[in-house]
């Protein structure tokens, strides 16, 4: 089974047309960050302002051509895999700038940890820090960069990895390399995860608690290949042996909410299945109906209607208004806030669940596979479909060798599991995005259909999986992705 910068602070605002460069802005309170409360609600912004949900689901294979709806460039140019003209919300270069940003946050909040007479007290927010800088990286070179093979990582290029804060405009930074930036996502995860002290937050759920470093780290270890440290981690979060106590209710109590009530409560700190809430400024609540680029009833039927169950899936779809080519999973909720109390104009928000319980119990499955723990990774899996699959029985639904063989039709039960992970996954999160994850670490092949019958084709190979880096970027020597 072979798998295949605010540059720094200033950039991220001279890339957003009509602002001042930063180190034109009055002073700021930097020199008023002198206690761990203060630091932490600067932490609070440490966190990337921006979804990832919408380019990367209209280039992965979810999305189709509708034939009509909105298809201004943030939409059609993902589909189309040409380099996404826009800037705005919702485009890889607003989502760059918003990572870079997240980090110049954190840095800022490290350097007073390092200066403070009692570093001692600031232990916590040393360890949001450092897990915030790292995950916004780690998001920045999946996204920009080649996926992690131990093979090619020295010798691909990264992203800027940034660990100070900038005090000079278009100061010059170096790719380095794909192996480079995990060395240094690595080292600041490690660092910060025995340091987190939910006790520091508000509400755990928007901040990297125990259980969200766990979920980034199980993550991380899977791309990079690590699957015993996958697993362990992995073990962090389901510590207490409730596994299915912490997946989303979709044959249940799902069940009995409305589509309006279900909007309200997927992204909800509330749920236990959230692990990590992110504040993001998108469109891709409206956009992810009304796009002329998404789910129709084919690609519905597509992705949910077999599974190796053999039973049907709890998920809730819905058609929009009387366009019966708009189908959604209730999910997506914007929040809408408006200029002033009087004005009809204003900016949409979405609250996206970064890391989840669900994603988790994947990963764990997925890395005892490449550990020959065949039936570890069944036994999630059955513990995965108990809570989807409706009226679940686990005879007639249970997930085992002959049935994943059969269902696959291949002779290696392990391929046939593997598979079962890539649906199951492109099942649970249509319309988030995170397909377009096993899209680049498996290399799968995608093509794209216009109405108009013209061919989009992006090859395993391609360096179009790549999105492209910001024109502006270029200014501190950030050299752009092949094309």
């Not at 009509?68 to 270069?93: C, H, I, K």
Request: include cysteine; hydrophobic fraction near 40%; proline fraction near 5%.
């Amino acid at each position: 089974m072979q798998k295949h910068l605010t540059i720094l602070t200033a950039l991220a605002l001279l890339a957003t047309t009509g602002c001042k460069k930063f180190l034109e802005q009055p002073p700021d309170n930097r020199a008023k960050l002198d206690t761990p409360e203060q630091v932490s609600r600067l932490l609070g912004t440490a966190y990337p302002n921006a979804n990832y949900m919408q380019f990367m689901e209209l280039a992965s294979d979810n999305a189709v051509d509708k034939g009509a709806g909105d298809q201004q460039n943030s939409l059609a140019d993902p589909f189309t895999y040409t380099d996404v003209r826009d800037e705005e919300q919702d485009s890889p270069e607003f989502y760059w700038n918003a990572c870079y940003k997240a980090i110049a946050t954190a840095n800022q909040a490290l350097e007073v940890i390092r200066k403070a007479s009692n570093p001692g007290a600031f232990s916590a927010q040393k360890g949001e820090a450092l897990l915030a800088r790292a995950y916004s990286h780690f998001m920045l070179v999946t996204v920009f960069a080649e996926i992690y093979e131990p093979a090619t990582a020295a010798s691909k290029p990264g992203i800027p990895y940034v660990t100070d804060p900038e005090k000079e405009v278009l100061k010059q930074y170096d790719r380095k390399t794909v192996a480079y930036v995990y060395e240094m996502i690595e080292k600041d995860l490690l660092e910060g995860l025995p340091l987190i002290n939910e006790k520091s937050y508000t509400v755990p759920r928007y901040h990297f608690n125990k259980a969200a470093a766990n979920a980034f780290a199980t993550r991380f270890y899977l791309f990079k290949e690590d699957y015993q440290k996958a697993v362990q981690y992995a073990n962090q979060v389901f510590s207490d042996g409730n596994i299915a106590g912490k997946l989303r209710p979709w044959n249940t109590r799902y069940k009995t909410l409305t589509y309006r009530e279900m909007f309200n409560e997927y992204a909800q700190a509330a749920e236990p299945a959230n692990l990590l809430l992110i504040e993001t400024q998108s469109w891709w609540g409206r956009y992810f109906i009304n796009s002329r680029y998404g789910m129709n009833s084919a690609m519905r039927d597509e992705i949910f209607r077999f599974n190796v169950t053999l039973g049907e899936w709890a998920f809730s779809n819905h058609t929009y208004s009387v366009a019966t080519i708009n189908y959604l999973i209730p999910k997506i909720n914007e929040y809408f806030v408006r200029n002033s109390v009087n004005a009809e104009i204003g900016t949409g928000y979405v609250m996206v669940p970064a890391f989840t319980t669900e994603e988790v119990l994947f990963n764990r499955a997925e890395a005892n596979l490449y550990l020959n723990n065949v039936n570890a990774a069944m036994e999630d899996l059955n513990i995965y479909a108990s809570t989807r699959i409706n009226n679940y029985n686990p005879v007639n639904h249970k997930i085992d060798a002959a049935r994943v063989t059969w269902y696959y039709s291949t002779n290696n039960v392990r391929t046939g599991l593997l598979r079962t992970i890539l649906d199951f996954k492109r099942a649970e999160y249509a319309q988030e995005g995170m397909r377009w994850l096993d899209i680049l670490r498996y290399r799968i092949p995608v093509e794209h259909v216009t109405q108009e019958g013209k061919l989009y084709t992006l090859r395993g190979d391609d360096p179009r999986r790549l999105f492209q880096i910001p024109q502006s970027a270029g200014e501190s020597g950030v050299q752009p992705n092949p094309r």
